[in-house]
T-cell receptor, first 114, second 114 residues
């Protein structure tokens, strides 16, 4: 079974803090994704990575950066957290395109910025 | 550009009743289509997917979906809903031969009354 784990289920940070969200997958997937989920807006893609050290902006990259130094790990960084970044953050992974875009999701991190 | 519309934000059904959740997509060719379910406090789990072939797709937990090219729809159905089906349901579309990204709808929250 594919397993995608996220470092924290719940996180509370203060405005201006630097925040790291970690995601690890154990199935040797090439692709990894970070989404944020907000009520009424569904899932919105922040960044994705298709290989180690490779990344591509998603739909809402402002205020975020990412790091992928190893294939199994994809980190989301909030350089200076703001209250409007309070949200649920979901990580996902998938095999590279071979006609199969199925993504496997972690349990999510609910981040509150005070 | 691809897009996904889930017209129903919230649906309430009685346990044992039939269910249909609507999904319409916009894409220039035949897309990959997915339905995911998210139980409270959890990540997303794949229910079923359509890539090609038979337009009626069977998934887990007794769900099925039908791809209708003429209507650009991929509606999710279940003949008899159980209380444990209460969750949020997301339809997603992926592009062929292009990218590993998925575009998600805004979700439909299902409430089940005993």
């Amino acid at each position: 079974d594919v397993k995608v784990t996220q470092s924290s289920r719940y996180l509370v940070k203060r405005t201006g803090e630097k925040v790291f969200l970690e995601c690890v997958q154990d199935m040797d997937h090439e692709n990894m994704f970070w989404y944020r989920q907000d009520p009424g807006l569904g899932l919105r893609l922040i960044y994705f990575s298709y290989d180690v050290k490779m990344k591509e902006k998603g739909d809402i990259p402002e205020g975020y950066s990412v790091s992928r130094e190893k294939k199994e790990r994809f980190s989301l960084i909030l350089e200076s957290a703001s209250t409007n970044q309070t949200s649920m953050y979901l990580c996902a992974s998938s095999l590279s395109t071979s006609g199969n875009n199925e993504q496997f999701f972690g349990p999510g991190t609910r981040l509150t910025v005070l | 550009a691809q897009s996904v519309t889930q017209p129903d934000i919230h649906i309430t059904v009685s346990e044992g009743a039939s269910l249909e959740l609507r999904c319409n997509y916009s894409y220039g060719a035949t897309p990959y289509l997915f339905w995911y379910v998210q139980s409270p406090g959890q990540g997303l789990q794949l229910l079923l997917k359509y890539f090609s072939g038979d337009t009626l797709v069977q998934g887990i937990k007794g769900f099925e979906a039908e791809f209708k090219r003429s209507q650009s729809s991929f509606n999710l159905r279940k003949p008899s809903v159980h209380w444990s089906d209460a969750a949020e349901y997301f339809c997603a579309v992926g592009a062929r031969h292009n990218t590993d990204k998925l575009i998600f709808g805004t979700g439909t929250r299902l409430q089940v009354f005993p």
